[in-house]
């Protein structure tokens, strides 16, 4: 079999925070913009993997969903425990500096983890926690 990560989700609550931090601090591509106001889904690609998107999408969207629903699922963004997503980067003290200098809530500074990698975590501005790998 020949299959590959071609799009993954995470929420968002705040298109233009989304936009500086995934576009501006991580560096990602913008590739589409849908929708207006809140109602916005915001496609990013990495220019060092343009075939794999990211798509930030207004949580809770789907018709079907509750109002308790919804609730929870704020609630869970608020806390960092409903979506995340792991990066990688040579980088990774450099990428930290960058992200603590522009006052991105920082989880755990680069640590060297039990299972064999090192890391560092953030969250982003929805409250996704956005972990990211030392590629070696």
């Avoid at 990688?88 to 680069?110: C, I």
Wanted: glycine share 6%; hydrophobic share 40%.
């Amino acid at each position: 079999m020949d299959i590959t990560i071609h799009t993954t989700f995470l929420p968002h609550t705040d298109p233009e925070a989304s936009l500086a931090f995934y576009r501006d601090l991580l560096g990602f591509e913008l590739v589409q913009d849908v929708g207006q106001g809140a109602m916005r889904w915001l496609t990013f690609v990495s220019p060092a993997q343009p075939d794999v998107r990211l798509v930030l999408t207004p949580p809770a969207a789907d018709p079907g969903v509750t109002e308790d629903e919804r609730r929870t699922i704020a609630e869970l963004m608020a806390k960092g425990s409903y979506q995340s997503i792991i990066l990688g980067t040579k980088d990774l003290d450099g990428v930290f500096e960058k992200l603590q200098a522009a006052d991105a809530e920082v989880v755990s500074e680069p640590t060297e983890q039990p299972w064999g990698v090192r890391d560092c975590a953030f969250r982003d501005p929805a409250g996704n926690m956005v972990r990211i790998d030392e590629v070696r």
